[in-house]
């Protein structure tokens, strides 16, 4: 079989597993964001946090509670950083430095994970597992539930209630990923994944002197890392690392973990908001873009250019063997179109234009499918735009399941669109421009603005994976990414739960002739330009600068 065979029958498996899912998945979410009934740990958690679930929230209590409840999370990951010293588990690692502490505890609280630190040399099992692992847990809990506060706005008329953000947590938490979580575990475990909490070992000689392994909760911490589509890994080398992903099964089980709640909520959707034909159309648009990434991320790696790739069968520097191109192609696009950040590849590796794949899906706001969460409340925020568009074209009000699309909810969607681009492209320009920063580059010319470009499209888009080459490490860059970290994650949020609250107070609208049809092909296509013509006008000149000129070169 050859390696352009096997990626495609790779890719056509991991299709059919997701429709397979697709409705029970989305059908049980539903239930769970809707139902009126609390498990009794439910109970036994409200209870210990003092919170009534029964209690609606407006959209400003809605948000203090995701900001109450972030900040907490961020104080308690940085101490824990800073104690480790002196904890039990730590395998003899010191504190972390005050910089790294902080851009590490934003990075988990805020679903990015980005890492700027060896793991296994780093963290001990007790920052770990009761840290970065609870944190991949609850991060990912937040995002389903401010999405789920999103659909409300557009199910619900006349009230300002979006729901209760600690039932949704809660719910999302224990009910969603704990369940999968611990499944997926068992699995990798079954497949050759590690799970102990092993000190430091020696194990042989390496380039003439030991090499030193430690073990670790690490199948448990993978599987809510991809499916919380979180991306931090116990180790360096991230998925790469035969301990977290050991064989070309486990590889694809980790693709699926992490698309399978980004494309299930899109039925999710559709259920809560009374049209599953509503949910189909967000999911086609998902769907056109996720597959156009893999086709051309995969022809870019395949591509023989030269006698070195056409006797390796494509660009193999920086893949892992096992994976071969088509594994790591498939990986490298789910990674980047969601907020995942997880790499079972080195993406500094790519070719030119496979490594502005990469970029191209942050850049699109990691909509297709997107974050748990932050994939649906985005691509919503997106068709409301394409539905403000089509309302121009024809000299109509726009409306968006029943809701009009006026002066306010424009205003909070342009928001919306505009902060990541604005961190991205600041913090990028500021660290070409200041005489330190690019110190911390590898390489020269397109390849090292590259680099950092990536870096900062990384963090202010809440993915976290890395391009390589790029010493991040130091306090510029541990400070910097750590504020397009916060912003990018909390900012959007704050006009998401804005418009929800905007949508939920207003009354419905009739469906009448003119009303355009967004269930149909026709919109499908509409968010789709909107969607690449948007990013393409705002990223072109810095991917012009990056990789456009480093592959055409």
Not at 132 to 137: H, I, K, P, R
Not at 209 to 218: D, E, K, L, P, S
Not at 317 to 344: C, H, Q
Request: charged share 10%; with cysteine.
């Amino acid at each position: 079989m050859g390696p352009v065979l096997a990626g495609v029958l790779q890719l056509l498996a991991l299709i059919g597993a997701l429709a397979l899912v697709y409705v029970p998945f989305g059908n049980y979410m539903a239930r769970v964001y809707s139902s009126p009934r609390h498990l009794r740990v439910e109970r036994w958690i409200y209870k210990g946090i003092g919170a009534d679930p029964d209690t609606e929230m407006t959209w400003p209590a809605y948000l203090r509670a995701v900001l109450a409840f972030s900040a907490v999370g961020v104080l308690f990951l940085y101490l824990l950083q800073r104690l480790q010293g002196v904890l039990p588990g730590s395998l003899g690692f010191s504190s972390v430095n005050p910089a790294q502490s902080f851009n590490t505890a934003v990075s988990f609280v805020t679903n990015t994970n980005w890492q700027s630190y060896y793991g296994e040399q780093t963290m001990g099992h007790v920052v770990q597992t009761a840290g970065l692992a609870v944190q991949n847990f609850v991060s990912a809990a937040v995002g389903i539930a401010v999405a789920v506060a999103l659909v409300r706005g557009f199910a619900r008329s006349r009230t300002g209630e979006l729901g209760n953000f600690w039932a949704d947590l809660v719910r999302g938490t224990l009910r969603v990923l704990v369940p999968i979580a611990a499944v997926a575990a068992v699995v990798l475990v079954a497949c050759g994944a590690i799970q102990n909490f092993s000190g430091i070992h020696e194990v042989g000689q390496f380039m003439g002197g030991t090499q030193q392994w430690n073990g670790g909760a690490v199948a448990s911490q993978e599987a809510i890392k991809e499916l919380g589509t979180n991306g931090g890994g116990y180790f360096n080398a991230n998925s790469a690392h035969p301990f977290e992903n050991p064989t070309p099964f486990t590889n694809l089980l980790e693709i699926f973990l992490i698309l399978v709640i980004p494309f299930s909520l899109t039925r999710t959707f559709g259920v809560l908001v009374g049209s599953v034909k509503q949910g189909y159309a967000i999911l086609a648009t998902m769907g056109v873009i996720w597959l156009g990434f893999t086709a051309l991320m995969m022809w870019t790696e395949f591509a023989h250019r030269g006698p070195a790739l056409q006797l390796a069968g494509g660009a193999l520097e920086g893949k892992e063997v096992r994976f071969g191109v088509g594994g790591s192609s498939i990986f490298a696009v789910a990674t980047t179109l969601t907020s995942t950040g997880a790499v079972d590849s080195f993406h500094s590796s790519f070719t030119g234009l496979g490594g502005g794949v990469t970029m191209l899906g942050m850049m699109l706001g990691e909509i297709a499918p997107g974050g748990v969460g932050s994939g649906l409340y985005g691509i919503l925020i997106l068709a409301v735009i394409a539905v403000f568009i089509a309302g121009l074209m024809v000299g109509r009000t726009p409306e968006y399941l029943g809701k009009k699309i006026g002066a306010r909810e424009m205003k909070l969607a342009a928001a919306y669109i505009l902060v990541t681009p604005a961190l991205v492209l600041v913090f990028t320009a500021a660290s070409m421009a200041l005489p330190t920063p690019p110190h911390s580059m590898l390489n020269p010319g397109a390849h090292g603005f590259s680099e950092v470009l990536y870096a900062f499209t990384s963090a202010a888009n809440n993915n976290g994976s890395a391009f390589a080459g790029l010493n991040a490490n130091t306090d510029w860059f541990n400070t910097m990414t750590g504020l397009a970290m916060l912003f990018g994650r909390f900012l959007p949020m704050v006009f998401v739960l804005a418009l929800a609250g905007s949508l939920a107070g207003q009354k419905p609208v009739p469906v009448t002739a003119g009303t355009l049809r967004t269930e149909k092909p026709l919109f499908t296509g509409l968010l789709v330009g909107a969607i690449v013509i948007i990013t393409g006008l705002t990223y072109f000149p810095a991917l012009a600068l990056g990789p456009l000129a480093e592959g055409l070169a």
